[in-house]
């Protein structure tokens, strides 16, 4: 994204300021049409589906028998004490093991994270979201160090805290209490991820700033893949429920006999997992197809709800420039009012328009310098009516805001009684300030009626 900047100069004799606000356009996205939504969305949502079936075989294989034998009786439908939760926990205990606060447990923790972070990498990778979005070419060895620091002591946490939770499952009876427990489950999660994340940053393994919340959430930071594999239990849980709840409902409809869920209640189980995780990721893709302007509803959202730097990222990913100016306009209402400064000196003398537009948002943002420039055009008539008393507001606003130019424009139209009446003294001043500000130009100009006015003076002296 190029920027330019926007430079004044004053002339007192017309009473008008020149400018040259000239400067390179922004250059359009290039990035090609994404395929069609199957084509695109498929190989990630098998590869998740994958993870679940190979993580429930892999938790039956180490489950004792008569666990086994007691889940299956109770996907039959077989009168039982058996929960889902309870189900669960044994799965979640048969692969992390049934002593939390122990190295084993902590060593089967870390090669789970280990093994989360490369499969999503692998399915970011998949969906062409490492090219298209981060435009870094992340290695997996890159990726699995950034883990090592981020995400293994971060999932062990969110592991006990997770295991804590679902241990007290079995004693809710509500399913509105354990859906709670479940989303609470989910954000205590993403808090304790993005506190690690936060940290690394600051440590001394890390060079640069951190990426904004919504960056890491829109895959626009190296860090959205250590963020995301923390989720893939959670995944995995409420796979597991789904899929229950689909069995129950097959054998309440006495279809259970086309399972054999007594015999093979694992492998059964496995299956369904995989399917609802399957038909899971592809619902969750529906609102990721970009539109007719390459965006993608929940990058339009992100940008809605956190405007700021994130809109940017979303801004390079768009094929028209209406939404790219759209997108640059809520970063500026976000805090980066500088973007929109730059955008319009870039581009005023095609679009004067937008570029008003754009140093308005600029302006109450408080940027002064955009102020100073919507000023400027009010006080020319560029892409507007002359309106000399919005222009005198602006410019008082860009002065009092810390701009140069604001002050030395104010300054012209008290001179000139332009809009007001002719005031030498409040034109000095003005100047007087621009140029203590650093805009020499006007030092001279100061100097001149600052002399008029003190020979004014002494003539009037008897």
């Keep these: 994204m190029t920027r330019a900047g926007a430079a004044f100069r004053l002339s007192r004799a017309d009473g008008i300021i020149a400018t ?12 090609e049409s994404i395929k069609a939504f199957l084509d695109t969305n498929w190989g990630w949502a098998a590869g998740l589906a994958g993870a679940m079936v190979v993580l429930t075989v892999a938790a039956g294989s180490l489950l004792h028998p008569d666990r086994k034998v007691a889940i299956g009786l109770w996907l039959a439908g077989a009168e039982s004490e058996e929960t889902w939760s309870k189900s669960f926990v044994s799965l979640f205990d048969a692969v992390f093991g049934e002593r939390h606060l122990s190295f084993t447990c902590f060593l089967r923790s870390t090669i ?22 981060l435009e870094a070419g992340l290695s997996l060895g890159a990726v699995l160090v950034i883990a090592l620091g981020v995400n293994v ?12 939770l679902l241990g007290q499952m079995h004693r809710l009876r509500s399913f509105w209490a354990q859906l709670g427990v479940l989303v609470g489950d989910f954000l205590v999660s993403a808090a304790i991820i993005w506190a690690a994340i936060w940290l690394y940053v600051a440590s001394p393994l890390h060079e640069g700033e951190i990426d904004s919340f919504a960056e890491i959430l829109g895959i626009f930071s190296i860090f959205s893949v250590a963020f995301y594999s923390t989720f893939l239990t959670s ?25 054999d869920v007594e015999g093979k209640p694992v492998r059964i189980l496995s299956l369904a997992v995989g399917l609802v995780t399957f ?11 970009r539109d007719a302007d390459g965006l993608t509803l929940v990058d339009r959202t992100l940008c809605t709800v956190f405007k700021g ?12 420039e209406q939404a790219e100016l759209d997108l640059i306009l809520l970063a500026c209402e976000g805090g980066l009012t500088e973007e929109c400064v730059s955008r319009g000196a870039a581009g005023w003398e095609i679009r004067p328009a937008e570029a008003a537009r754009l140093f308005r948002v600029a302006c109450d943002g408080g940027n002064a310098r955009g102020c100073t420039i919507l000023g400027f055009l009010h006080h020319q008539g560029l892409g507007m009516a002359v309106d000399l008393a919005a222009a005198a507001r602006l410019y008082r606003q860009g002065c009092d805001g810390g701009s140069a130019l604001g002050c030395s424009g104010l ?25 203590e500000m650093g805009h020499e130009d006007v030092c001279g100009w100061a100097e001149d009626l600052e002399r008029l006015e003190a020979g004014g003076a002494a003539a009037g002296t008897p």
């Design 112 to 133: 789970a994270s280990l093994i989360a972070v490369a499969a999503i990498w692998l399915m970011m990778g998949e969906a062409g979201a490492l090219e298209v979005r």
């Design 235 to 259: 995944v995995w849980t409420w796979a597991y429920i789904l899929s229950t709840w689909v069995m129950r409902v097959f054998t309440r409809l006495e279809l259970g006999s086309l399972l």
């Design 309 to 320: 730097p994130v809109c940017l990222d979303v801004a390079g990913l768009t094929e028209t």
């Design 411 to 435: 300054g012209v139209l008290h001179e000139k009684g332009l809009g007001m009446g002719a005031d030498l003294a409040a034109a000095a001043r003005l100047y007087r300030q621009g140029c």
């Design 20 to 31: 040259d606000l000239s400067g390179p356009v922004m250059l359009e996205s290039d990035y």
């Design 153 to 164: 002591l971060a999932d062990y946490v969110s592991l006990l805290e997770t295991r804590w």
């Design 279 to 289: 038909l899971a990721a592809l619902a969750a893709s529906l609102p990721m197809q």
